[in-house]
Structures are given as C-alpha cells and as structure tokens.
C-alpha cells in the first residue's frame, strides 16, 4: 500500500468511466499532435524563405491560370533580376502511387541560380543542363524512392496527356528538407510532348521562379513586373517567395489558422469533458475525503492525491494519443507537403504538456471542491 | 446469547488520574443562514486516561457535534478543548490533520471503509503519514487486524465483508496508531444484535486490555452498559452522569 496504489485504485474505481476518460483524451491527442505536425509543415521555414532574394510570379487572378512562355526573356531584362525559371507544376503518375512528390518543368539553366540553401554538384548540373529528357531530384526524394543518378524515372500522363520518360541526371541537397522533395525536368520535355500528341504548341507556363540580385531590390522588381504586364491579357501578381508559399497555402483558405482553432477547440473541449467527468468523481467522494481527514490526511495531501489521480489518466491517454501521432506522422501521411516528415520535437513537447495540463486544469477544480468542504459536513453525507 | 449477557461491564473508573480529554465551557452554534442552531451550552467534561465513555441522548441533542470537537475535526464557538495537553483551538489546520493523525483514531457509524481497498490498505491509510517503512507497516497491520480477530479477511474487499466485520475493520484502522483517543460515533448503530456485540466486546477489550481511551456515541443501552461512565446530552447540556 501507498499512495500511488491508493491513486491507481481510485483511477480504476470505474473501470468503464476511466477507459472512456482514457479513449477521449487519447483519441484527442491523437488528433491535437497530427494538425500541430501539419501547422509546422506549413509554416516551416517561412521566417528563412523572407531572407531569400526570391519572387514567383504568377497570374493575377490565381495560381490555376497560366502566364505566357514569352515573358520569361521580358523579366530577364528587368533592372534587378539575376534569374528566372518558369515553374510549371505537373502530377505524372509515378509507378508506385503511395509515393507523391511535387514536379516541376522548368528551365535547368537558370532553376538553382540564386536557390537559397541548395548545392549541386557542377558535373551532375551540366549534365542535367544537356539532357532534354534529364531530370533533378532532391536528396531526401531520391533517397526515398531509391534513385540513383542514371536511373530512369516515368511519369505517366494523368494532367497533361504528356508521359515523361526522364532520366536522373543530378541529385541536389538543400539544407531545408522540404526543397529536398522535389523532381524538377526540363520543361522543353513536357513542350515537345504537348506537340507531338496534340499538334498544338504549348506555350504558357504555370509560374515564374525569378531571383533578384539583392533582398532589398525586391520591392522594386515586383513593382516593375506586375506594372510591365497590367495592361496585358496575362496580368501578374508577384509576390517574394515567403508570401507566395504562403499564398498557395491560402488557395484552400487559412489552413495553419483553422487548424490552430481546431487545435485549441480540442483542447477546450478536453478539459471540459474531463472536467465534467472528474466532477463527477469528485462529488461521490465528498464523504470518503472527509473519512480521509479524520485519519489525519492533510487537505493539501488530499487534493494531491485526487489531482494526480486526474493527471494519471490525462497523461496515460495522452501518452498513447501522441505515441500513435508521431507513428502516423513519420510513416508518410504527410510526404505531400514534406517528404519524411515527422513530428517536431518542440510538437511532441507541446502536445505532452496539453496532456499534463488538461489534467491539471479539469482535475484542480472539481478535486478543490471535494477537499474544500467541511469533515464534519463530509461526514454527515451519506453517499 | 443477548448483548447484553456477553458483553459485562468493565470496573468503574476513578477520577483521580489527570484528565486526557478536557471539555471546559464550550458551546458551539452553527449557522444556517440567517438561523442560528445553539447546539452546545457552555458544556463541561473531564475524562481521565483509560476511561471508556459513552454519550447518550435524542437525536438533535450535538452528541456527534460534541465528539467531533474531542476529535479535532471542528472548533467550539466558545469555550476551550483539550486532549492530552493539547489546546485544540490553537493548531492550524495542518498542525490539527497531524495532530488527529498522531491522537485520534475515529470509527464513524458507516461507510469507514475506502471501497477500492481491501481491509488491510484500509487499515494501513493512517500508516502512510508516519515515518514506518513498507515492513513496519505490513506488521502493525497485521496486528491490528489480529486484535480485531480478521486476519483471515487481510485481502477482502469492504463489499466482500458483513457490516460488522466492516466495523471491525475501522476499529483495527482506528487502533493501528496508537492514539490518545478512539473515538466511535454509533459505531453499532447499523449492526445486528450479534454484530453489534461483537464490535461492543471488540472495544471493551481494547479499553480493559491495551488500556484505550474510548468515547464512543450511542443510542442502545445495551451498549452504554459497557462503558464505564454513561453521559446523558440534552438540548445542549450535559445532563447526567453514571
Ligand atoms: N454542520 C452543521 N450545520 C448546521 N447544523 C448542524 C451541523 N451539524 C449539526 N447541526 C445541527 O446541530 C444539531 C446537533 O447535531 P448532532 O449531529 O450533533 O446531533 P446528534 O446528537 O449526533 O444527533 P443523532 O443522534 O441524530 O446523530 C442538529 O440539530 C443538527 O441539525
Ligand atoms: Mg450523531
């Protein structure tokens, strides 16, 4: 006997009310860890992305329409612009459909000038820089996917009617992991497919990648852009690479937002069920904790057992929610936003202090009312 | 056999020894709301060591609020307790939970017991405030529980146990201390005649053998008749005296 017994004993007074106290906070945290885990994926790397000398650009209205192919020279020629590569986004199929990764055509001539924190190897670049049909992925792709340089890699048509035969010509690192992700080709490829099969020439693209000379030319670049093209009939919308990232979050609505309010409903709603439940508890135990006194238990003594009582099973269900969490994390629910993601360790932390606290917090009140009231009135309560 | 035949007596108590418990013109009001309820009038008692004492009166007359206020578990309105020395009114509430801890062992008329605990935790709880160690611990229990003659129920859930084994339970839990003081409100006011005077013996023992003092609250003569003194409450007052 001790008091961690006389506090397990208590936990499992009620077998079911404690596995369905259990369940909701597992399930909870559960929940809590994956839409923390998806708000750090999507704001990842932002406060770096506003250092980056880095514009996209894109049509006025939205992402989904394109911009003309002829602008690309238009651009160059602004005072300011060091790069630009346009960015046209595709989703060919590859064979092993579990695996998804962002691909862009693009122009390998220019597509690594000025990327901040990416490194490629000189030989493998020029190589990629020759090859029509050569192709670039990033370190933690093809690590993946089990690429090496030289092997061929098809993408079926599924977008365009276009299938990509490509051929690995230069795995590139980069020291934030998302840019790791993705496949880049030649966009010429995608063109000439686009010919061959439809007759048609190809001639827009989806965005442009452009580089600036200096961070605070930015403005200045944008400005002479978006005014060179206003009164074209492909309007642009530049924006520095930290905002469109941001932009192209936003095209679903303010998802790290909402997430962060479900989060948080999560949490709310957790404490006020535990708290109910322990309300519950508590009140049948009026006359027990007043047993308790008499035998000389102090009050602090008292709410200390009932309180810990309360954090056991939050912190057990939650242990188990977040444990099931960082699992589903790292074993590729989130490789469409990041390839290998796994949970923070910052998330795991915050979500084993929601777990800890959501006990503290629904287990204070409803256990102060229990040890509050007078012995002699606990006594005289016959449960 | 009745109660009453088994259960004889023990020798009538002399006041000579210095007072244990110590009752000195104490009155307590409760107040509920507006209402006051007089329930103690500037009540006297001397009790010496080793004297079992009970309390008798109707219902309403404060006799639990009386051995509630022996017991440290509520203060008088006016007047002043003490046990064993001990001003009562002068500790802080902390200081008084360790002071009930050290002196008092309490047997209520029901539901003693903690549900989730077999007879042994239960009788180990007040344990778990001292310095003694797991082995120490296990030993007191079990000679608590041999006292009260339930070794054989060390494992038993209070739900597996009759109401008067149960009541024995909280008497081995209320002993296993050592206190001062035992202090039992009806503790066979739910019982059967035959459970009743088991309990009755139980501490009639405890008060001739080990030398307990005992207050101890009743309704049924029977009971009174074995201990020493019998007081009478009425409205407030103690009003006699055997
Ligand atoms: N906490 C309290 N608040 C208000 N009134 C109380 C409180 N405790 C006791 N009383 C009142 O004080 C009076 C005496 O109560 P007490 O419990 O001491 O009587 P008793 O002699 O033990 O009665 P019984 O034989 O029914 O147990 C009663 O009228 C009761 O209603
Ligand atoms: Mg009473």
């Known amino acids: 006997m001790s008091h961690l017994k006389l506090i397990r004993r208590n936990a499992l007074r009620k077998p079911l009310r404690a596995i369905l106290t259990f369940a909701a906070v597992c399930i909870a945290m559960f929940v809590f860890g994956l839409v923390f885990t998806f708000i750090d994926l999507l704001t990842a790397g932002a406060e770096e992305l506003e250092k980056a000398p880095v514009i996209w650009v894109r049509h006025k209205i939205s992402l989904m329409f394109p911009v003309p192919e002829k602008y690309e020279e238009q651009i160059q020629a602004i005072p300011g612009v060091a790069t630009c590569a346009p960015m046209m986004w595709t989703e060919g199929a590859y064979k092993d459909p579990s695996i998804y990764f962002p691909q862009f055509g693009t122009d390998p001539n220019d597509v690594f000038d000025g990327f901040a924190g990416v490194t490629t190897d000189p030989g493998q670049l020029a190589e990629f820089q020759r090859d029509l049909t050569g192709c670039a992925a990033g370190k933690a792709l093809a690590d993946r996917c089990g690429w090496r340089v030289g092997d061929r890699i098809y993408l079926g048509r599924r977008l365009w009617p276009v299938d990509l035969d490509l051929t690995l010509r230069c795995i590139y690192t980069s020291t934030k992991t998302d840019d790791e992700g993705m496949l880049l080709y030649n966009i010429k490829a995608l063109q000439e497919g686009f010919l061959k099969k439809t007759g048609h020439r190809y001639d827009t693209v989806g965005t442009y990648r452009v580089g600036v000379e200096t961070l605070d030319q930015v403005p200045a670049v944008i400005e002479a852009i978006d005014g060179k093209f206003a009164d074209h009939d492909f309007p642009t919308k530049s924006e520095p690479e930290a905002a469109f990232i941001r932009s192209f979050i936003s095209m679903w609505g303010d998802v790290p937002g909402i997430a962060r309010f479900v989060g948080t409903v999560i949490i709310i709603f957790l404490v006020l069920i ?110 | 056999m009745t109660p009453n035949a088994s259960v004889p007596s023990s020798p009538s108590q002399t006041g000579d020894a210095p007072p244990i418990v110590e009752v000195r013109g104490v009155s307590k009001v409760y107040h509920r709301g507006p209402v006051e309820i007089s329930v103690l009038r500037g009540l006297d008692l001397s009790l010496p060591r080793g004297v079992f004492a009970a309390f008798m009166g109707p219902s309403g007359s404060g006799k639990t609020t009386l051995l509630n206020l022996v017991g440290g578990l509520d203060v008088p309105s006016a007047g002043a307790v003490s046990v064993a020395g001990e001003i009562l009114a002068a500790l802080r509430p902390r200081a008084l939970a360790a002071w009930r801890a050290a002196h008092v062992g309490f047997i209520v008329q029901l539901y003693n017991l903690i549900p989730v605990l077999t007879a042994a935790d239960n009788v180990e709880l007040p344990l778990l405030l001292t310095h003694l160690n797991r082995k120490q611990r296990a030993e007191h229990v079990r000679t608590a529980l041999e006292v009260v003659g339930l070794s054989d129920r060390a494992g038993h859930y209070p739900r597996q146990l009759s109401g008067g084994q149960e009541q024995r339970v909280a008497i081995a839990r209320a002993i296993v201390t050592d206190p001062t003081i035992v202090v039992a409100d009806e503790p066979t006011g739910d019982l059967d005649a035959e459970s009743a005077a088991e309990v009755l013996t139980l501490l009639r023992r405890l008060n001739q053998e080990f030398g307990k003092t005992i207050l101890m609250v009743t309704h049924d003569p029977h009971a009174a008749e074995v201990a020493g003194r019998v007081y009478r409450l009425d409205k407030g007052r103690l009003a006699s005296e055997r």
Do not use: H, Q
């Open chain 1, 274 to 383: 535990c708290g109910n439940s322990l309300a519950m508890v508590m009140r049948e135990r009026v006359r027990e904790v007043a047993v308790l006194k008499t035998l000389g238990f102090s009050s602090a003594r008292i709410l200390t057992v009932l309180v810990a009582e309360a954090l056991l099973v939050s912190t057990l269900g939650g242990l188990c929610g977040l444990g099931a969490s960082v699992w589903v994390a790292g074993s590729g629910l989130f490789d469409m936003f990041m390839p290998g993601a796994s949970m923070r360790m910052e998330t795991i932390l915050l979500s084993a202090a929601a777990a800890v606290g959501i006990g503290l917090v629904a287990g204070v009140g409803p256990a102060w009312l229990a040890v509050r009231a007078p012995i002699v009135d606990g006594l005289r309560r016959v449960s």
